[in-house]
């Protein structure tokens, strides 16, 4: 019996009409990263798990999808030095046995990679370094809608400076993008000192992991689970009433950058104060007068929810979130501080941000703002009346081709109904058929398959011919 073909939960095939968007999508980033200044890198998909291992927090160590050494990683492991003391006969350490038996990882996002890259071709590159990079990343996560295992991500970033010039440029970057996708977004934005500031005047500071890692789920089980979680993270009923009517505050940037100062200057029933909290403020304050300024057309937001749970941010935070379709966040970043510091470069900041393209493809299909034609992979087909005729048309094809329209000759002798179908079902707007008349006239007909208008031409008047299908 045939084995049934099936590909792994959480990945996906993509035909040439998914391909067509999604070619877009990246293409359009690509342009905007490129009108700011940034620089192409790609690295390996595939990483040492020693690399992955410990830069996205408990939670993002179980996802990584690690990678079986090569030919029998099993032999000479001796497993009784893995077993579970106490447990049952087959019951081992998997997490102590699979460092053992894999010493490679597929990358979970590329910013852990990029922050290799700097370190190890740092005597290459001229900082501060701005790059971007569009490539696969994988995470061992549940699939469901919006979310796979198996996902592009398109990240811009620029390491080794500390201007918040920095994050201006990412907004703006984030707004050109949408604004030619004819996407109407919220970009989200808080500042992770202000997270740690919250934990400080709450008397917890060492809890500030535990803190964040909760709010950062917020969108998805609602304040009171989140305040259960940080409770059974051992923060008491009087630091989670201290940390609530933060992340309840309403009002315009200006009405909470006030609140927040007046709690992190000991106004919080701690009375505790936070030099660092108020740091943070100080530059949301700025960004946000920076942003004024530069006239971001898309809606800016300080969301004092917003936590981003990945470890290694220091400072702004970012998510973006579409208005008008219902999905996750679609880009996402921040500022980490001292991310290359693992590999042996402290003291290197840097800010990033990430355009999650499989989302925004979701986006842009649910909200039908994919470019009409898109579909299309030729722009005109030839249809195939015989071989003189075939014979006729290839300069014509040629000539076209060469002054960079998109064409094709039905390959073989067919019915006019299976080569209109043809055409139909790859959305190509316009047929040629050529028959003895078009021959002996020494022209072209060509018509428009939607209005059905159509026209001749003398087979050697190439630019009207485009003219007439552009």
Known sequence: MAQKPSIPKGT????????AGRNYIFDTIRSVFKLYGYAPIETPSMENLSTLLGKYGDEGDKLLFRILNSGDAFS?????????????PDEYNSKALSLKVCEKGLRYDLTVPFARYVVQHQNDIAFPFKRYQIQPVWRADRPQKGRYREFYQCDVDVIGSKSLLNELELVQIVDKVFSIFGIS??????NRKVLTGLAEICGFPDKVVDITVAIDKIDKIGLEAVEAEMKEAGLPESAVEVIRPVLLLKGDVQ???????GLMSGGSASGAVSETGLKGLDELDELFGLIAGAGVGQETELDLSLARGLNYYTGAIFEVKAKDFAIGSICGGGRYDNLTGIFGLPGMSGVGISFGADRIYDV????????SGMKSSAKILFANMGDSEVRYLVPVV?????????????????????????ADRKAIPFISIVGGDEIAGNSVNVKNLESGEQKNFSKDD??????FIR
């Open 76 to 88: 000479g492991i001796d497993f009784s030095q893995f077993h579970v003391e106490g447990g049952a």
């Open 462 to 467: 190439i630019q009207s011919i485009i003219d």
């Open 255 to 261: 009405e909470k950058l006030s609140v927040m100062r």
């Open 398 to 422: 040629k000539a076209l081709r060469d002054a960079g329209v998109s064409c094709e000759i039905y390959p073989d002798t067919a019915k006019l109904k299976k080569q209109f179908d043809y």
């Open 185 to 190: 977004v919220c970009i989200k934005i808080n």
């Open 12 to 19: 996906r095939d993509f035909g040439p009409v998914e391909m």
């Open 364 to 371: 842009l299909t649910g909200l039908d703002k994919f470019p």
